[in-house]
């Protein structure tokens, strides 16, 4: 997506972020009355610019309606460095969650995003929307709909020393979150380190008139070892990481905060909103859900989505919303959404499956620590 009047401005913005606000105080500001102007500051304001001193200067800081800004998510987009992402949530209205997604800055002037395949139709609508609505005032923006490509994923502890053998890039400088356009196996490939198991790994974008030869090499440099997994495998994984399946965990009524991403929400986005629902998620942030999502250990069989959570008198206090016995833990793990106040780790419930209640008891997440490849 491209936004060249938002690039102007936060260059600033980074510009002022790197030195003491004191000292660029003394520095730069100057009285409003002594400020020059250049020949684009009524342009910059009649386009949404947010006008500060700068060297004497009235300069953009940003601007409202940038797309590069994005009122469509909750993270801070513009502050991240370009060829890093982060997961994030689309949402709507009233601060419910339409998707979750990982949203990459490439350049600049240049995103890239992967959202869930069951909700392709809604989120490319949601983003069309926008995208109209920002270009009839005068945005520059675009947009490239990757159908030609292909999605690998390679999880797990061998992902990097068996990927490493299909491309001549350094990947042990590549760090959870980061991106890279590169070569591997002879196809220009979007790489992300990232994944939705908890472990260290990629997701490849391919072309995919070479995703089969790639798939192959993966497996034949492998010499065995990595194996083809299908949604279970990734499913139990993702939920053993404590991670949300949109449909189950998160929905269009379900906000990022009671879901427990508040990390996900960006610190000028607290401080600023600016984003769809900001209004609602802000005042959750300030005096707390309703709900939240919790994770269990049960006995009995293992509980499933819509399993009901009852204190230990036999009151509704909530509902499951993902379960599974752990292949790693050998015991049943599930997250749900409970009442505030009963959220506490150690916290003792029962859990109803098939009608009959089974001793659980609220749990941190995640349930096996995750193996993120970060800096040391």
């Known amino acids: 997506m491209r936004g060249s009047l938002w690039y102007l401005g936060q ?26 102007k250049t020949v684009l500051y009524d342009f910059h304001v009649a386009n949404g610019g947010k006008v500060v001193p700068f060297a004497g200067w009235s300069m953009p800081i940003q601007y409202k309606d940038s797309i590069m800004d994005s009122t469509l998510v909750i993270a801070d987009v513009a502050g991240l ?18 998707d979750d997604s990982v949203i990459t800055k490439v350049k ?20 069309e929307e926008h995208m109209k609505a920002f270009k009839s005032k005068g945005g520059d923006v675009s947009w490239h709909i990757h159908n030609e490509r292909s999605l690998l994923a390679l999880q797990g502890p061998l992902a990097a020393p068996v990927l490493q053998h ?12 980061e991106f890279r356009i590169l070569d591997i196996n002879g196809a220009t490939c979007f790489l ?46 993702r939920l053993e990481a404590g991670l949300c399946l949109y449909g189950n965990d998160m929905e269009q009524h379900i906000t990022p905060v009671e879901a427990g991403l508040t990390w996900a929400i960006g610190k000028r986005r607290r401080a600023e909103g600016g984003f769809l629902g900001a209004e609602v998620i802000l005042k959750q942030l300030e005096e707390g859900p309703s709900i939240r999502r919790v994770g269990f250990t049960s006995s009995g069989p293992p509980p499933r989505s819509h399993s ?5 008198k036999g009151n509704n206090i909530g509902e499951i919303t993902s379960g599974g016995f752990s292949p790693c833990l050998k015991k049943n793990i599930a997250m749900g959404y409970v009442k505030s106040g009963l959220h506490k780790a150690g916290t003792k419930a029962k859990i109803l499956v098939r009608g009959k209640a089974y001793d659980g008891v609220v749990t941190k997440m995640p349930f096996v620590p995750t193996k993120y490849y970060k800096p040391s």
């Open 166 to 177: 299909l491309t001549k890039d350094d990947l042990s400088k590549l760090y959870f979150g």
């Open 11 to 36: 260059s600033i913005t980074r510009h002022l972020a790197q030195a003491d606000k004191k000292a660029v105080a003394r520095r730069f500001f100057a009285s409003e009355a002594d400020l020059k």
């Open 108 to 127: 600049d002037d240049h995103l890239y995003l992967v959202v869930n395949a069951g909700c392709r139709d809604k989120d490319l609508a949601h983003i």
């Open 81 to 98: 460095t370009p060829g890093t992402g982060t997961l994030t949530v689309f949402t709507n209205e009233k601060g419910g969650a339409i």
């Open 308 to 312: 009901e959570i009852q204190d230990e």
């Open 192 to 237: 992300t380190r990232t994944g939705y198991t908890g472990e260290d790994g990629f997701e490849i974008s391919v072309p995919s008139e070479n995703a089969l030869d790639l798939a192959k090499a993966i497996l034949e440099k492998s010499e065995g070892k990595v194996r083809l997994t299908g949604l279970g495998a990734r499913d139990s994984l």
